[in-house]
C-alpha cells in the first residue's frame, strides 16, 4: 500500500518535472544567463572605466542581468582592444572603447586585430569633451600664461597620457602640434593612475576627459586651463574653450562606441542593441554623465549603422592628420 502511494507519488512528480523541464531550459538558455563583461582597455578609476560603469548599471537593468567590467590597459588600449576581439563571441563579452580606435591605425605600423572587420557594432554610446589640466601647483593661473611658461619650458615639463592610441594621447599630439611645442610625455595604462600622479605633483599636465577631471577641477586639486570642446561643457561654465583662448580650430570630442567580437550572435546583439537604447535615454545615465561633463548619444546613434558610419569616417579623419605629426609607434 505505502509501496503503492509512494510509486504513484513518484510518478506525479516526475511527470511534473518532465512537464516543466522544456520550459526550465529555455529560459536556462535565454540570453543573457549570466554577467556580460565590458572589457575597458584602460586602467580602473580612469574615464573609460567611469563611462563603463555607468553604462553598466543602466544597460544591466534593461538587460535583467549585471554588467561587469574587465580593466585590461595597456599600450594605449591595443592590449584590451585585442583580448575583446579574440573573446568568445557569445555575447558575453562586449567591447566599450573610444575614439582611440580610429586613430590606432594610423599610429601603429602593425595591430594584432582588424579595426573594422573584427568586431561586431553595437551603437555609439556617450560624446565627452576634454581638458586641459595641470598639477594645482603650476604657476600660471590662465591659460595665455600656461602658453608662454609652457613654450618656455619646453624640455622640462612633462605631459601625461594613457599611452599611444590613448584620447588623451591625442589631444596631447594635436596641443604640441598646434603649438609647436615637444613634452616628454609619461605614459600610464589609463588617466585614472595618471590622475593620481597629477593630483600628487608627480607630473605636471594632461589634456583628459571630463568624466576624469570635473570631480578634481571642482575640488580644486589640480589647475583647469580650457575645454576642447566647441562650447563651454555645462558642467563647467566657467573654464573657456581653447578656442576662445587662441587656438583656433582647436576642437576635440571624444565619442565611444559599444563593439562585440566578431561572430556574436545576432539574438544577443538585438538585446544588446536594445539595452543600449534604453540606456542612452535613461534619466540617471543622462544626469550621472551631465554632471561629468559628458551626453550620452541621442538613440538614433546608439545604433550599429551610425558606429560603423562613425568609425569609417574617423579613421579617415585622422589617418591623414596623424601621419602629418610623423608619429608611429611599433
Ligand atoms: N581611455 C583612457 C582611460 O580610460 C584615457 C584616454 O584614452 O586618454 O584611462
Request: glycine residues 10%; contains cysteine; charged residues 15%.
Amino acid at each position: 500500500m505505502t509501496r503503492g502511494l509512494g510509486d504513484a507519488w513518484l510518478s506525479a512528480a516526475a511527470a511534473a518535472l518532465l512537464a516543466t523541464a522544456p520550459a526550465t531550459t529555455a529560459h536556462a538558455q535565454e540570453y543573457p544567463s549570466k554577467p556580460v563583461v565590458i572589457v575597458v582597455p584602460a586602467a580602473a578609476g580612469g574615464p573609460t572605466d567611469t563611462l563603463a560603469r555607468n553604462l553598466g548599471v543602466a544597460m544591466g537593468s534593461a538587460l535583467g542581468q549585471q554588467m561587469i567590467i574587465d580593466n585590461s590597459g595597456g599600450a594605449g588600449g591595443i592590449i584590451g582592444i585585442n583580448k575583446a576581439a579574440k573573446s568568445r563571441p557569445d555575447g558575453y563579452t562586449v567591447l566599450l572603447y573610444h575614439i582611440g580606435m580610429s586613430t590606432a591605425p594610423a599610429l601603429y605600423r602593425k595591430l594584432p586585430y582588424d579595426t573594422v572587420n573584427d568586431f561586431e557594432y553595437i551603437g555609439q554610446v556617450a560624446d565627452v569633451p576634454m581638458t586641459l589640466v595641470a598639477k594645482k601647483e603650476m604657476s600660471p593661473n590662465s591659460f595665455g600664461e600656461f602658453l608662454a611658461y609652457a613654450k618656455a619650458n619646453q624640455s622640462t615639463l612633462t605631459y601625461a597620457n594613457a599611452g599611444i592610441g590613448s584620447a588623451s594621447y591625442l589631444c596631447g599630439l594635436l596641443f604640441m602640434s598646434t603649438i609647436q611645442a615637444d613634452f616628454t610625455t609619461v605614459p600610464y595604462k589609463g588617466t585614472g593612475p595618471a590622475m593620481t600622479d597629477l593630483v600628487g605633483g608627480r607630473v605636471d599636465f594632461m589634456c583628459d576627459q571630463t568624466t576624469n577631471t570635473t570631480p578634481q577641477i571642482k575640488a580644486g586639486t589640480i589647475k583647469v586651463y580650457g575645454v576642447t570642446s566647441k562650447m563651454r561643457v555645462p558642467s563647467l561654465p566657467d573654464v573657456p574653450t581653447l578656442e576662445e583662448e587662441g587656438l583656433k580650430g582647436f576642437a576635440l570630442v571624444v565619442w565611444n562606441g559599444l563593439f562585440a567580437p566578431r561572430g556574436t550572435p545576432k539574438a544577443a546583439l538585438d538585446r544588446l542593441i536594445g539595452a543600449l537604447q534604453t540606456a542612452v535615454t535613461d534619466t540617471a545615465f543622462k544626469t550621472r554623465l551631465a554632471d561629468l561633463g559628458a551626453e550620452p548619444v541621442a538613440p538614433g546613434k546608439a545604433t550599429p549603422e551610425s558606429l560603423r558610419i562613425l568609425l569609417k569616417s574617423e579613421i579617415d579623419k585622422w589617418g591623414p592628420i596623424i601621419r602629418k605629426t610623423g608619429v608611429y609607434a611599433d
